[in-house]
């Protein structure tokens, strides 16, 4: 089975890392195992774990990495990092690597109907088990349903698209991508439509709450860092703003010390800094990356040292 998948942001990545050759490393969302095969250039006596939840991801890794005796993978959701790790008596590692989101390989492969572009079952499963996105669009309550569109999607038109979803449901279930697709054509303005396709949002919307993505984000976020030692570094690269504001927040609140009010003379609070931001500003993808990958060009990749 072929999982292709270009690394983004994959120099930077590496570098921000600051491997070392005999470092304990996790690839929290290995997919294909390009930023995998990476780091594992770069250990020796190392090892490196990589976790994914898909199980085409952890068929191509299983082969890709068969013969090399640095790595271990694990078939599980980053956001139970801590577990499964301790699960294998490992409790500390030198470095995290989280790339968030949907894989270039769910997006193309049709089937699992991720994309807006080919009609496909409507499931958006990241790990191929538990609730699909057809039983979602077909049995949440109007409300439920704006409320994902809006926060999830940060969709404007929410509330004329969800509405649109519970009257052709009540005619026939959805069932399709394109069943979808059209539904949100028909419930946005004219103009929406000539501006990219009126779908994506709400296809990332769904997607994100089939995934449950932005809680497992919190919980991987807090995980990778309560598992790095001392100068570890937590790289996270991310695709959209819900993504990179909660990894943002979360590096920012571990970075902070005192949080006595301005006015004390002195610190009470006795609050230290738990962490160090490695780049103030997220790193972007270059313009020759742009070129050779448009996927990457919403990429945002930030770096913090635990210390």
């Known amino acids: 089975m072929e999982f292709s998948h270009i690394p983004v942001l994959l120099h930077e990545t590496i570098e921000g890392l600051a491997i070392k050759e005999n470092g304990i490393y996790v690839d929290g969302t290995a997919g294909g195992g390009g930023h995998s095969s990476e780091i594992l250039k770069h250990l020796t006596t190392g090892k490196l774990i990589s976790i994914d939840q898909d199980p085409d991801a952890i068929s191509a890794l299983t082969q ?38 949907v894989s270039s390989h769910q997006l193309d492969t049709v089937s699992r ?7 496909a079952p409507l499931d958006m499963r990241m790990s191929r088990s538990g609730v699909t996105a057809e039983e979602l669009v077909n049995t949440l309550p109007y409300e439920e349903l704006r409320r994902i569109l809006a926060e999830y999607g940060e969709e404007r038109y929410a509330a004329s698209i969800a509405k649109g979803i ?17 539904i949100v054509k028909a419930n946005v303005p004219q103009k929406v439509r000539r501006d990219g396709h009126p779908a994506r949002k709400t296809f990332q919307a769904i997607r994100i709450a089939v995934n449950d993505e932005l809680n497992v984000l919190s919980r991987g976020l807090d995980d990778a860092f309560k598992l790095l030692g001392r100068g570890g570094r937590l790289a996270v690269i991310t695709f959209h703003s819900l993504e990179d504001r909660i990894v943002k927040q979360k590096m920012a609140e571990w970075c902070q010390g005192c949080t006595c009010p301005k006015d004390f003379p002195v610190c009470v609070c006795g609050n230290k800094p738990k962490a160090r931001l ?3 500003k997220p790193v972007c993808a270059n313009e020759t990356e742009l070129t050779l990958n448009p996927r990457s060009r919403s990429a945002k990749l930030r770096i913090c040292e635990k210390i």
């Open 64 to 101: 890709r990495f068969k013969n090399n005796e640095n790595a271990i993978i694990i078939k599980g959701n980053f956001g139970n990092m801590r577990d499964l790790l301790e699960l294998r008596g490992v409790r500390r590692v030198d470095g995290v690597l989280l790339d968030i989101g």
């Open 113 to 119: 109907g991720f994309s807006f572009h080919e009609d």
């Open 166 to 182: 519970i009257a052709a449901r009540e005619q026939q279930p959805v069932t399709t991508t394109l069943q979808l697709a059209e």
């Open 278 to 280: 490695i780049n103030k």
